[in-house]
């Protein structure tokens, strides 16, 4: 039997060469497919309070399992430093994420502190965080007095007994949908609630889903089940795709296809034709956008990842607590982001077997954010 190799933290990352010369960031840095650095994804903790089936298997992530000790993790004067520099380069739009971002201890001060940056335009940035909603009623408030300006909220079934078996740890839906509303009432939208689709698990629950948050504020979003690390056993027969999700919802509820917010958008946008707001759809399996991508992440213990699908990052931890300056940082980043060509979606393959067609291992979605 094959021994299967699980690469919850990526120990491979070296610290990124400092270009010997280097210019001041202008906002205008693309990739070797033309693509600007848009969207900063930063995972604040690799912890999580839920075991979700295709996130977080509690078969990997057992009571055993080794979190990163507290030394290991960025803090916040760190985060901020680098995404002072991602900033400098062109991002417009921080979103936190984990793990469980809401168990950070003081997570408002970081926000509060991000909240003080500004684009090169002298905007202020587009600040949001996904979380599971597990402690989002009672932390909605302050998220919105930190500076918070939206949330996304983690909900892949309306029947209690298929959401419970799916987080894997007993959470009731009724708990996330108060933490949904309680966002709605401090100011924190529009909310957009993620579904993740996985075939025979949760797919009957599409329809209940879409006739809830039908007729209210929030956008219901539907993801296809992704091959993200190792862990959550993937295979091709477990992905619904969304244009299959898009025509049971437009079969009850007509749908009409409306452009994107903006380029690079992850989510196809619908309508509902009666005016009862919005849904959207995300296809990295079947739909890939990867010439669109105009993100980075930043993990848990300040590795930057090129892509969502990576196999090993690019320590900048080490360069900060090396004494690097913020020129020597941004050059790094710069550099990074020139040298990118990750299109992993746009190039899987797919075996005869269903399974994913790539040998490398990739590094687990709960370590550097969705």
């Given at each position: 039997?094959?021994?299967?190799?699980?690469?919850?933290?990526?120990?491979?990352?070296?610290?990124?060469?400092?270009?010997?010369?280097?210019?001041?960031?202008?906002?205008?840095?693309?990739?070797?497919?033309?693509?600007?650095?848009?969207?900063?994804?930063?995972?604040?903790?690799?912890?999580?309070?839920?075991?979700?089936?295709?996130?977080?298997?509690?078969?990997?992530?057992?009571?055993?399992?080794?979190?990163?000790?507290?030394?290991?993790?960025?803090?916040?004067?760190?985060?901020?430093?680098?995404?002072?520099?991602?900033?400098?380069?062109?991002?417009?739009?921080?979103?936190?994420?984990?793990?469980?971002?809401?168990?950070?201890?003081?997570?408002?001060?970081?926000?509060?502190?991000?909240?003080?940056?500004?684009?090169?335009?002298?905007?202020?940035?587009?600040?949001?965080?996904?979380?599971?909603?597990?402690?989002?009623?009672?932390?909605?408030?302050?998220?919105?007095?930190?500076?918070?300006?939206?949330?996304?909220?983690?909900?892949?079934?309306l029947d209690d007994a298929t959401?419970?078996?799916?987080?894997?740890?007993?959470?009731?839906?009724?708990?996330?949908?108060?933490?949904?509303?309680?966002?709605h009432d401090a100011g924190l939208?529009?909310?957009?609630?993620?579904?993740?689709?996985?075939?025979?698990?949760?797919?009957?629950?599409?329809?209940?889903?879409?006739?809830?948050?039908?007729?209210?504020?929030?956008?219901?979003?539907?993801?296809?089940?992704?091959?993200?690390?190792?862990?959550?056993?993937?295979?091709?027969?477990?992905?619904?795709?969304?244009?299959?999700?898009?025509?049971?919802?437009?079969?009850?509820?007509?749908?009409?296809?409306?452009?994107?917010?903006?380029?690079?958008?992850?989510?196809?946008?619908?309508?509902?034709?009666?005016?009862?707001?919005?849904?959207?759809?995300?296809?990295?399996?079947?739909?890939?956008?990867?010439?669109?991508?105009?993100?980075?992440?930043?993990?848990?213990?300040?590795?930057?990842?090129?892509?969502?699908?990576?196999?090993?990052?690019?320590?900048?931890?080490?360069?900060?607590?090396?004494?690097?300056?913020?020129?020597?940082?941004?050059?790094?980043?710069?550099?990074?982001?020139?040298?990118?060509?990750?299109?992993?979606?746009?190039?899987?393959?797919?075996?005869?077997?269903?399974?994913?067609?790539?040998?490398?291992?990739?590094?687990?979605?709960?370590?550097?954010?969705?």
């Open positions: 039997m094959t021994e299967k190799i699980i690469l919850l933290h990526d120990g491979r990352s070296r610290p990124p060469a400092i270009p010997a010369a280097f210019e001041a960031p202008t906002g205008e840095l693309r990739d070797r497919l033309a693509r600007p650095l848009r969207d900063l994804r930063i995972s604040i903790t690799d912890r999580c309070n839920f075991r979700c089936v295709y996130c977080m298997p509690k078969e990997v992530f057992d009571k055993d399992y080794q979190y990163l000790p507290h030394s290991s993790l960025l803090t916040f004067e760190e985060i901020t430093r680098l995404a002072r520099q991602f900033v400098a380069h062109g991002v417009e739009k921080i979103r936190l994420t984990g793990g469980e971002p809401l168990l950070r201890k003081n997570i408002e001060r970081l926000i509060e502190m991000l909240t003080a940056l500004r684009t090169v335009d002298g905007k202020p940035l587009d600040l949001t965080l996904t979380t599971n909603g597990s402690l989002l009623a009672r932390k909605a408030k302050s998220l919105k007095a930190a500076g918070l300006q939206r949330v996304t909220v983690s909900l892949d079934a959401f419970r078996a799916m987080n894997d740890v007993d959470f009731a839906v009724a708990d996330v949908l108060e933490g949904i509303e309680a966002a939208g529009p909310i957009k609630v993620n579904m993740v689709v996985k075939a025979g698990t949760n797919e009957q629950e599409i329809l209940p889903m879409a006739r809830h948050f039908h007729g209210t504020p929030h956008i219901l979003r539907f993801i296809e089940f992704m091959d993200v690390g190792a862990s959550n056993g993937w295979n091709m027969k477990d992905v619904i795709p969304s244009a299959e999700i898009v025509r049971r919802i437009h079969a009850e509820l007509p749908l009409v296809q409306v452009d994107p917010n903006y380029t690079g958008e992850t989510a196809a946008r619908w309508r509902y034709a009666d005016g009862g707001g919005e849904v959207g759809v995300i296809s990295s399996v079947t739909q890939a956008f990867c010439r669109d991508c105009t993100r980075a992440r930043l993990s848990t213990e300040g590795k930057l990842y090129t892509c969502l699908f990576a196999t090993q990052g690019h320590d900048l931890r080490a360069l900060l607590r090396d004494g690097h300056s913020d020129e020597e940082l941004a050059a790094a980043v710069g550099a990074l982001w020139q040298a990118r060509g990750d299109r992993y979606s746009e190039l899987r393959t797919i075996n005869t077997d269903g399974l994913s067609g790539s040998a490398a291992r990739k590094v687990e979605m709960s370590y550097i954010g969705g």
